[in-house]
Structures are given as C-alpha cells and as structure tokens.
C-alpha cells in the first residue's frame, strides 16, 4: 500500500469520489484511491480502472513498467541517448575534417551571398535547418572537446531522471532556443555553430532537476555562475563564444525542465499532457522569434 499526501501536506482526493480524502494510491497508475475503489492485489492496492483493463488481476502492460521522477521508463542503459548525441556530434566533426565544404551549408546564417552574383542562402531565405544542424556542428578541436565532455556530464544524470524522450526533448527544443536568439541577435551574415545551446539548456533543467530533489543547489549555482562567467569572459585562444546561444539555450532548458519536472507524479495523465503541451509551447515561442526575425530580413 502507498500512501501519499500532496506537497502542500493534504491528502488527496479518490479519483473517483473527490469528496473522499485518501492516503491511499494504486500500485499500477498511481491514482489515490479510496477504500470503496481499491481492490487487493499481489502487491499493495489497485484502481478499478487498472482492473477492467488486465487480466482481471490489475496488471496493465505500460503500468508495469518502472517509471522514473518524471514518469519516463527506466531502462537498463540510462545514458544511450547521450552516448548517440555524443557519437553523432563527433562524426560529424570528423565528416567536416575530411570536407570542410559541409560546414557552409549547415552553419547557422541568417542571410548571405555566398559568392558575387550567387543566391541568397540563410534561414531567411527558407533554409530553418540550420536552426538544428548548426547545434551538431564544431570547426576547433577544444571546441568539441569541451562541449562533449559538458555533454557527457550534464546529460547522463539528466536523462537518467528524465527518461530518453523527455531528455532527448530538452536537448533538442534548448538547442533551438539557442539558434534562435542567435538568428534574433547577431548579424545575419555571422556563422554561427556548435552544441553549446544544449548544452547550457541541460544545465538550465538540471537547475530545475536538483531543485525538485531538494539537493543542495550551492555547487549547481557555482557552476552557471562559472559557465556563464566563461561566456562574457572567454578564455585566450578559445575564439568567439556566442552568449546569444548560450542564454538562449540556458532559458529553454529551464522552461522545458520546469514543465518535465515540476508536475507531481500523482497527476497520472495530467502529467504527461504538461510536460509535451510546455514542449509545444516553448516550441511555438522558438517558431514566432524566428519568423519576427525573418520578416525583419526579409
């Protein structure tokens, strides 16, 4: 049997008859149940509903499987996504090696002529790829060197706690988030290229993540604050660093992890419709910072 109460310390209402105060929830959906509704089981207590759609003894096939702080399956190799994003990031900067040619296409440009009398190229031009290409792009060797290593550190714990999709999802929104207020604020013919728009945008739902746990949040505060320092105060020899990409990703990775995380698990469904309905909002707000900046080129 669990029993629960809300983080405001009441005790939750039966999904079924709200008026009926209950500590107790259903070991499969995790809906608090009360004593009318709730029907023994191997382990604990289930739901009606959970019942009606088993075998009859409550076992629901998504229901069993175990399911991590933002509901996302637990699995045996909780850093496969990193590792695939690391992999690709690093093939394509040996790709570039081999044919530097296919950076240009790929970079983040906003509008230009690539030679006298050529067409406009840019995202201004149609070309919103580059948006996501240019996050998998790296020209410098420190620049990939750092960038996968911050990616290894800050995501492999992430997407632990998050589930492949979910973290897989702040990764890719924090990367756009990055790309475009660099398209909003740079001059349109600056390339611009790299991972580190979702990489600060891990860090901004790690923020969130440490936050939900109730760990101490002093070294993870350290850390922005170092990170950001490097960003205005660029070490010798590193090149330009955008700090358009790195706000940028920064912020979608705390609103993308606000939404992953802050939903109590007790919401059942309700918790998945907030985390994919912030996705699609910070989405849609990353879609009208590109068009405004379109229609300005334009």
């Known amino acids: ?63 069993n499987t175990p399911r991590g702080i ?41 509008r230009y002529v690539d030679y006298l009398g050529g067409p406009l190229e840019g995202v201004s031009t149609g070309q919103y790829y580059r948006l996501l290409t240019s996050v998998f792009l790296h020209e410098q060797w420190w620049h990939i060197i750092g960038n996968m290593t911050a990616l290894w550190f800050l995501g492999a714990p992430l997407e632990a706690a998050l589930g492949r999709a979910r973290y897989l999802a702040v990764y890719l929104l924090s990367g756009l988030g990055g790309s475009a207020l660099v398209y909003l604020l740079t001059p349109p013919n600056m390339p611009t290229l790299g991972a580190s728009g979702a990489i600060f945008g891990l860090l901004g739902a790690t923020v969130v993540l440490m936050r939900r746990m109730r760990y101490s949040m002093r070294p993870i505060i350290v850390m922005v604050l170092l990170m950001l320092l490097l960003t205005f105060v660029p070490i010798g020899g590193t090149g330009e660093i955008s700090w358009q990409a790195h706000i940028g990703g920064l912020i979608t990775g705390a609103l993308v992890g606000l939404g992953m995380l802050l939903p109590p698990a007790g919401a059942g469904k309700r918790r998945a419709l907030v985390q994919w309905g912030t996705c699609a909002a910070v989405f849609l707000l990353v879609v009208a910072v590109v068009l405004v900046r379109t229609a300005e080129l334009v």
Do not use: W
């Open 70 to 110: 933002a509901g996302g399956v637990v699995v045996a190799d909780t850093a496969l996504v990193t590792k695939v994003l690391v992999g690709i990031n690093v093939a394509v900067f040996f790709a570039a090696l081999l044919a530097p040619a296919v950076l240009v296409p790929l970079e983040l440009l906003g």
């Open 1 to 63: 049997m669990d029993s629960d109460r809300s983080d405001t310390g009441r005790v939750s209402g039966c999904y079924r008859h709200p008026n009926r105060e209950t500590g107790i929830r259903c070991t499969r959906c995790e809906r608090p149940i009360c004593t009318d509704c709730m029907i023994s089981a191997s382990v604990g207590f289930q739901c009606p509903g959970c019942v009606r759609s088993g075998s009859g003894t409550g076992h629901v096939a998504a229901a």
